[in-house]
């Protein structure tokens, strides 16, 4: 079975826990770097990204969670996570764990109070997921190596690369677990590929 670690700094951890336990793979919180050598695949939940940025140096997980990615290792992230993923980030100078090859903008589409649900085609995943957006970034641009999986309003919401996959809305928040379940195969697959 499937080890997941959520990132338990910040954000939505208990509803991803949730999620990944209903697609029938072991679900940890992750609060302690040394954690991270037990899971098959980590989650960056939603949350404020800059916050989670100072928390993620403050306990040590900045090379501790690039590393792991570099190990081949499945890494999803959602919301906030999507903006730390990228490797650039408009309108500001520096990003953050810059793992995915994108540009993003944050709160693009608008704040809390704009915060709404649509229906998606996901390439590999779904024709109808009803997909949760509060307070969600969007992917401006991408490199040749990210596949681009969804789009809402011909901006980019979902996207791969390789071994890392994000979102900008939430898909821990609704009942419709195909998209965790996406990453659980996505972790499954790792596991046998590091393996051999």
Do not use: W
Request: with cysteine; hydrophobic share 45%; glycine share 8%.
């Amino acid at each position: 079975m499937a080890t997941i670690g959520v990132l338990a700094l910040q954000g939505a951890v208990r509803e991803h826990i949730r999620s990944i336990e209903a697609c029938g793979a072991q679900a940890i919180e992750i609060k302690r770097t040394e954690q991270l050598e037990t899971i098959d695949g980590l989650i960056l939940p939603g949350g404020e990204s800059t916050t989670m940025r100072r928390l993620i140096d403050s306990y040590g997980f900045f090379d501790a969670i690039r590393e792991f990615g570099e190990r081949g290792k499945p890494i999803f992230g959602t919301c906030a996570g999507l903006i730390l993923m990228a490797n650039e980030i408009e309108n500001q100078d520096q990003s953050h764990l810059g793992l995915m090859n994108m540009k993003v903008a944050r709160n693009a589409f608008g704040r809390q109070v704009a915060s709404f649900e649509a229906d998606l085609a996901i390439t590999n995943v779904a024709e109808d997921f009803n997909a949760v957006f509060i307070r969600a970034p969007y992917i401006v641009e991408t490199g040749s190596d990210v596949h681009v999986l969804a789009k809402y309003n011909e901006r980019i919401v979902a996207a791969q690369q390789g071994h890392y996959i994000c979102t900008a809305f939430h898909p821990e928040l609704t009942d419709d677990n195909r998209f965790i379940a996406y990453f659980v195969a996505m972790v499954e697959q790792s596991i046998q590929t590091l393996a051999s």
